[in-house]
């Protein structure tokens, strides 16, 4: 069966700090990764997806950055952290067929507070 | 691009009545409606989804419906139980070559009250 991990599950940060947040995906390959942020008592915004290793779209123009140096590792990085970048990043995946209509997967968030 | 709009953001029903959970999208290309539960500090939960060729699903005590004329579609739970008590998130996405942009609602905190 697959399973997703993000780590760590909370953070906190000083302004001005870089960030490194890691996802993994189990047991399927070449899958869509996905980032997303979710702010308090709001909806997901989708920040990053990637259909391939090396492969970054990126939905929202900010402070942050993806990679996808494996197949089934997506990592969310900033250089220089700001008080609005605080909040819960959710990593997600879905198989990688094209045109289909896949389930996204998510992990368990990484609770990220930038001071 | 697409925009959902998801009403009510809260909702507070008694334990074995019904809630509705309403959502409309402004995109007509959209065709993959899901809705989530998410629990308090975990990730979001699929419960039940729809595609554009299907006007209702229906799982146990879940059902959505979707009127793609007026782009709206709904989340109805019956027999609501005090396990049915989260945060529900509709979403709506086109299907693309590649990836899947879902866009998500504001979601609505359901609580059922024993």
């Known amino acids: 069966s697959q399973t997703i991990h993000q780590w760590p599950a909370t953070l906190v940060q000083p302004v001005g700090s870089p960030l490194s947040l890691e996802c993994t995906v189990e047991?399927?390959?070449?899958?869509?990764l996905y980032w997303y942020r979710q702010a308090a008592g709001r909806g997901l915004q989708l920040l990053f997806y990637?259909?391939?290793?090396?492969?970054i779209s990126s939905e929202v123009p900010q402070n942050l950055s993806a990679s996808r140096p494996q197949d089934r590792q997506f990592i969310l990085s900033s250089k220089k952290l700001l008080l609005s970048d605080s909040g819960f990043y959710l990593c997600?995946?879905?198989?990688?067929?094209?045109?289909?209509?896949?389930?996204?997967?998510f992990g368990p968030g990484t609770r990220l507070t930038v001071l | 691009g697409e925009n959902v709009e998801q009403h009510p953001s809260t909702l507070s029903v008694q334990e074995g009545d019904s809630a509705v959970i309403k959502c409309t999208y402004s995109?007509?290309?959209?065709?993959?409606f899901p809705w989530y539960k998410q629990e308090l500090g975990k990730g979001p939960q699929l419960i039940i989804d729809?595609?554009?060729?299907?006007g209702e699903k229906k799982d146990q005590r879940i059902a959505v419906t979707l009127n793609k004329t007026a782009k709206h579609f709904s989340l109805h739970i019956t027999e609501t139980q005090p396990e049915d008590s989260a945060v529900y998130f509709c979403?709506?996405?086109?299907?693309?070559?590649?990836?899947?942009?879902?866009?998500f609602g504001q979601g609505t905190r359901l609580t059922i009250n024993p």
């Open positions: 995109d007509s290309a959209s065709n993959y």
């Open positions: 990637s259909v391939g290793i090396g492969q």
């Open positions: 047991g399927t390959s070449n899958p869509n």
């Open positions: 997600a995946w879905s198989e990688g067929t094209s045109g289909s209509w896949d389930e996204q997967f």
């Open positions: 979403a709506a996405s086109p299907i693309i070559q590649g990836a899947q942009k879902l866009v």
């Open positions: 729809i595609r554009s060729n299907v």
